[in-house]
């Protein structure tokens, strides 16, 4: 049972259902008895129900298809979400970037965070900075409006450097476990002695990341009762190398990409 008692609301309160250009928020309640994912601090995927009612915020981009639910969203403030900034917002200090603004919910759970002294929030969006950032920056916090990759090159160039670097930039579960170790690459320079970079489901991919099969891989057979997929938790299921049908297709591991 999801303790709802355990996760903030704050951003219903500090955002408004509002638009700009292709992105909107969007408010909803989500009722007692529904069943979503969350996730756990050792990186782990799996379904819960709410104990009570519980207002949730929604980051969309492009317009809603009723036959496709979630289409566009990219961020929201579940408590998988939550979750998954448990860890570092926890473990951030000293002078912390963020690539990647979604709906703030990150530097908004920083303020409780004392060893933090400043915070410079990278996004590329321009029409999603109205919506978000100046109902939640504070004095710690600063925007810059920019692509990420290219902020760390110029980081870099600079030597401009973070005690802690925090990546957002993927609305897909499955994203940042391919683009991980691609983004730390690119941060590791911008870097402070003893600094630190913790990507989002950062935790699940340090968990599988030994076990993730490197070439496409062919199935043919049908789907059984396995170990629960690596990275979303499925157990009926196809079975590629650990991973279900889905998550290996969104990997580019299924025998859909096998070379012929």
């Not at 981009?61 to 036959?67: S, V």
Request: proline share 7%; hydrophobic share 35%; glycine share 6%.
């Amino acid at each position: 049972m999801i303790r709802t008692s355990r996760y903030t609301t704050i951003m219903s309160r500090k955002l408004e259902e509002v638009r700009s250009g292709a992105f909107r928020i969007e408010k909803v309640i989500v009722s007692k008895g529904t069943t979503l994912r969350t996730y756990s601090p050792q990186g782990f995927l799996y379904s819960d129900t709410f104990d009570a009612n519980f207002p949730i915020v929604r980051l969309i981009e492009g317009e809603p298809d009723p036959q496709i639910p979630g289409l566009g969203l990219w961020m929201s403030d579940t408590p998988l979400e939550q979750e998954s900034l448990r860890g570092p917002t926890h473990v951030a200090y000293g002078d912390v970037l963020e690539i990647g603004l979604g709906i703030g919910l990150f530097p908004t759970l920083l303020r409780r965070n004392k060893s933090v002294k400043s915070i410079t929030i990278v996004e590329r969006g321009a029409d999603l900075v109205p919506l978000v950032y100046h109902r939640i920056r504070y004095k710690k916090t600063k925007l810059v409006l920019a692509d990420g990759e290219e902020w760390l090159k110029f980081c870099q160039a600079t030597e401009r450097k973070y005690d802690f670097i925090h990546i957002d930039v993927w609305a897909d579960l499955t994203a940042p476990m391919k683009e991980i170790e691609k983004w730390t690459k690119l941060a590791e320079p911008c870097l402070k002695k003893d600094g630190i970079i913790w990507c989002w489901l950062q935790e699940l991919y340090n968990r599988i990341k030994d076990r993730l099969p490197q070439e496409p891989i062919k199935y043919p057979g049908p789907p059984a009762i396995y170990e629960p997929c690596l990275i979303c938790g499925k157990k009926l299921r196809n079975d590629y190398a650990g991973l279900c049908m889905d998550c290996a297709d969104n990997m580019e591991i299924s025998e859909v990409y096998v070379k012929t």
